[in-house]
């Protein structure tokens, strides 16, 4: 049996020893916030038709529409409404968690300016071009405020980056349709099959065999097959797992996302490879759909559609992975000093993240209940809502790490069995992108 390696990374702003009834407090928050919002959106938007209700702007292309647009004291106030918004929902969630709501107060309306800081940097037109998205300047914001600073109390107290991830994730699944996948037919749902279940068992096995514990790898793993961010947090979620190798992981994932949002296009361009397979390959491999889109765009507008197909197809795949990975860990874990309980279907619903239940109920209501056209109408205000949230998550997840604890963790091993994992699912994603999306064992799909 694999030795268990002690974390010594960042504290986080957190209690370290959450209970079972804590972390079922936050996802239960999470689907409550999260489908309030949402719910808040279709009574607008059915109940207000003839009003329109605008979210604040982002996107400048200079100085001048920098001040006219984005800064203006319209805009503004319309940050300063869902701020309000945002602050009073998710204080509600905090106060149960055991933490200072003075402190949070003062910390969140900090966080939240970084974030719409983030958000305006990312909406410059010649930023957008490069495919460079506000996850990245909110991540590097919060990592450099934490490394150059030494940052008061009350501050990291409101870095709640699972909970903000988490309530994002239930908007977010508003725009899941399985509608939209089932029309891609068979290519995308076995491209994300294959790719996900040999990258995560792949990446596993390379995390053993650098001597990184399995509670670091199974968080690992997600991250690189599935996508990214979410899935790290599903996966911790499911095992329970710390909180700093969820922080330490999270971070890595943004890092590395840079470099491949400008290479793979890059490479796609200079290796004449076919627009359609290009895209499929982006969607296998980067972790958002909004970096997806982003460097697929680069490709073309073929390679976007079927980037997004893919991607669509493996969040689809949270749900499943979050049941498979609470039921494989409950397993394990019976058979080792710490699993006193016999694994039952009992134990493997206490280990299943909750918050996941509303992402595949958003998915399902959008999918087959709410109307396309209503879908369509409401799209932007949830997007807004959504993007804000995760904005505050990635802020949050940069005041939670440091850059040297990258190389310090277990010696730099999880890294190094990320960036070899993360290496092994760009070769064997462009393998089955060329076989599926490009004609060789079925008709290529007819995307255009």
Known sequence: MQKQTTYKGPVLPLKENRSFLSDLSEDIWAICIGSFLILTALVITFGFNDIKFPMPAYQWANGDELLSKVLTGNNLFLHVGLGVLFLILSSLAVITAGVSIKNYVGGFCIIFILAIISLIIAGNNKI??????????????????????????????????????????????TSILFTDILKAGLPGLLQSVLVV???????????????????????????????????????SGAIKGDK???????????????????????????????????GAWLGGTLDTTASVTAASEQVGPAATKAGII????????????????????????????????????KLIWERFPKFVLGFIAASLIFSFLIPPGTGRQV???LNSMRTVWFALAF?????????????????????????????????WTLIWAYLLFGGVLIPSPDIK
């Open 128 to 173: 957008n071009y490069y495919g460079i998205e506000y996850v990245v300047f909110a991540l590097l914001i919060g990592l450099l405020l934490n490394n150059l600073f030494r940052l008061p109390a009350w501050i990291t107290a409101a870095a709640r980056s699972e909970f903000f991830i988490k309530t994002g994730l239930i908007i977010l699944g």
């Open 197 to 235: 279940a040999v990258v995560w068992f792949f990446a596993l096995w390379l995390s053993r065999k650098l001597k990184v514990d399995d509670e670091f790898g199974v968080i690992l793993a997600s991250a690189v097959s599935i996508c990214g961010v979410s899935a790290a947090i599903v996966a």
């Open 244 to 278: 700093k190798k969820l922080s330490y992981v999270t971070t890595l994932v943004l890092l590395v996302a840079i470099p491949m949002m400008i290479l793979l296009p890059w490479i796609i361009k200079e290796l004449n490879i076919p627009e359609i397979v290009g």
């Open 310 to 345: 893919v991607k669509f197809s493996q969040n689809v795949l949270i749900g499943f992975a979050a049941f498979l990975i609470a039921a494989w860990w409950v397993f394990k874990k019976s058979g080792t000093k710490d699993g006193q309980e016999k694994p039952s279907l």
């Open 379 to 381: 799209g932007p205000i």
């Open 395 to 427: 802020v949050s997840i940069g005041l939670e790490a440091r850059f040297t604890d990258m190389f310090k963790v277990q010696q730099g091993r999880p890294a190094i069995a990320f960036i070899g994992a993360q290496l092994f699912n760009i070769i």
